[in-house]
């Protein structure tokens, strides 16, 4: 029987529920750097071997090694699948970073104009 991509826990668990995640401002650049590292080497993985995965055929032609065959190719393209979709949620979560980077820039560009108007009027 192939897995099945459930959330975890087996057939019938809830899928987890979402978690904020909070990050000092001075790291958001460098888990944003880390994310893309990581995001990188997993797509560079999974272009190289994802053929090696699923296109595997029986090694012999008994009922039980034909069978074992199909399975094994059903479990891998879920494997595929659900590290498509953690592609997908990797790169989102370097986007809001890349957003959260900007924001900061931007409030601290506002900060230090507003200081620099203060400090002129002094």
């Known amino acids: 029987m192939p897995f099945v991509a459930d959330g975890g826990g087996g057939a019938g668990a809830p899928a987890a529920a979402p978690?904020?995640?909070?990050?000092?401002p001075d790291q958001v650049l460098a888990l944003k750097a880390k994310y893309e590292e990581v995001r990188d080497e997993v797509?560079?993985?999974?272009?190289?071997e994802e053929w090696s995965l699923i296109g595997q055929t029986a090694v012999a032609t008994d009922e039980?090694?034909?069978?074992?065959?199909?399975?094994f190719v059903g479990n891998a393209a879920v494997a595929?699948?659900?590290?498509?979709l953690f592609l997908v949620e990797l790169t989102r979560n370097i986007e809001q970073l890349?957003?959260?980077?900007?924001?900061y820039r931007l409030v601290e560009d506002v900060n230090t104009d507003v200081m620099h108007e203060r400090n002129r009027g002094l």
Do not use: C, H, K, N
Request: aromatic share 4%.
């Open 64 to 71: 039980v090694s034909v069978d074992a065959a199909g399975t």
């Open 43 to 48: 797509q560079d993985f999974l272009t190289r």
């Open 80 to 84: 595929v699948e659900v590290t498509r």
């Open 98 to 103: 890349e957003s959260a980077a900007r924001t």
């Open 19 to 24: 978690v904020a995640m909070q990050v000092a």
